[in-house]
């Protein structure tokens, strides 16, 4: 099948995705059209099949807040038409849906029927998608789409609790590449942060409020009371600067330390011994996945879908949001010598679940059921 692409190219766990899902899509024949405003960080090697169309959008004086919709639904007619695509794949509802159903409506001026899909991530629901400024048009371009996916059980329901939404939603989990997510020896990277046999704890988000990164401190700083240990905090965004007030008020600096957005977040989980996910909400929770794979166990909230990924007592412990003293009594149990092990393998036989191998297959059935139903 020929098929567009749209998301955000950058950091962020629907970004991943779907790059990740156009990359193996084109490794299994199919031919992958990416519409972005920038070369999605993923999209890292050269593939005949892969092809990139960058939006571009025209400023004008006029303009306080340059039409980014209109680019975008311009550019996926130019796509659709002259790439003569099959079907439209669009992540993160806004504003990619309704910029999709703007494209769809055009090119049935022109004679084109374009089947939609619309894959909702996570907070374009439970953040943005809810507020009253978005609302109508996020229910609406659901609702127009030929075909709608929700990454977790909980982010499907979320949808039909918060919007009117007449469309059938289908579960298509994340899922992860176990051939790059795997645990790799990094024993001199894990000697030169741990010099002296401490556990490692690790840590990554976008460092969105969200993300709760305090509680991450908070449980670390309880930690390092009773054993020796260290947290490495990967990422970026606009709490970076709460946290590192956090970390002096605790007197904590010289055992923590930010890594900023790395690329090869796998070599820091392969000498990981646990993961802290505190967040307030997570639809899913890809961060989590991507740590299991590398055989580390989770500390996480029940928030979302993570109690769809994480499993009690076996993969890791769940906790509820904000409650840093159970996080951190379970963390101390995981860490336990006598009990890490264990939940080493268990994280790791759980992520297999998820290998990208057993989740191709449902989007591209459920291309195929949408292609013909157009
Ligand atoms: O976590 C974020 O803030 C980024 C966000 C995104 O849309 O890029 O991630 C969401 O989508 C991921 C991929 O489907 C999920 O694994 C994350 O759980 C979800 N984040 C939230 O729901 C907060």
Do not use: W
Request: glycine residues 6%.
């Amino acid at each position: 099948m020929k098929i567009g692409i749209v998301c955000y190219p950058t950091f962020g766990g629907s970004g991943v995705v779907a790059t990740e899902l156009g990359k193996a899509l084109a490794k299994e024949g199919h031919q992958i059209h990416f519409i972005t405003y920038s070369q999605p960080t993923r999209l890292d090697f050269f593939n005949q099949n892969l092809f990139y169309h960058e939006v571009t959008i025209r400023n004008y004086p006029l303009f306080d807040y340059a039409p980014y919709e209109l680019a975008l639904a311009s550019k996926m007619v130019d796509v659709v038409k002259y790439e003569k695509l099959d079907l439209l794949h669009v992540h993160y509802a806004i504003p990619h849906a309704s910029a999709a159903y703007m494209a769809k409506q055009i090119l049935k001026t022109h004679g084109i029927n374009i089947p939609v899909i619309t894959t909702l991530h996570g907070t374009d629901i439970t953040l943005v998608g809810k507020d009253a400024s978005y609302e109508p048009v996020v229910t609406f371009s659901i609702n127009a789409s030929d075909g709608v996916t929700a990454v977790s059980e909980d982010l499907r329901k979320d949808t039909y609790e918060h919007f009117d939404i007449t469309k059938d939603i289908e579960v298509i989990p994340n899922f992860i590449d176990l051939e790059r997510f795997k645990k790799q020896k990094k024993e001199h990277f894990k000697k030169a942060i741990c010099p002296n046999d401490e556990k490692l704890l690790v840590h990554t988000s976008n460092f969105r409020k969200v993300k709760r990164v305090d509680d991450v401190v908070k449980v670390f700083h309880n930690i390092r009371k009773i054993i020796p240990a260290k947290l490495l905090l990967v990422g970026d965004g606009p709490e970076r600067t709460h946290i590192e007030a956090l970390c002096r008020e605790l007197g904590d600096c010289d055992d923590i330390r930010f890594l900023g957005k790395l690329e090869q977040v796998e070599e820091v989980l392969s000498v990981a011994d646990l993961f802290i996910m505190p967040s307030e909400k997570e639809s899913f929770g890809l961060a989590a996945l991507e740590a299991m794979a590398c055989e580390v166990p989770v500390i996480s909230t029940k928030a979302g879908g993570i109690p769809e990924l994480n499993i009690q007592g076996k993969t890791g412990f769940l906790s509820k949001v904000g409650d840093v003293e159970d996080m951190t009594k379970n963390a101390l149990y995981i860490l336990d010598p006598a009990n890490l092990p264990e939940f080493k393998k268990n994280a790791l036989n759980r992520a297999k679940e998820f290998d990208i191998s057993r989740i191709l297959p449902l989007y591209e059935n459920l291309y195929e059921k949408v292609v013909a139903n157009t």
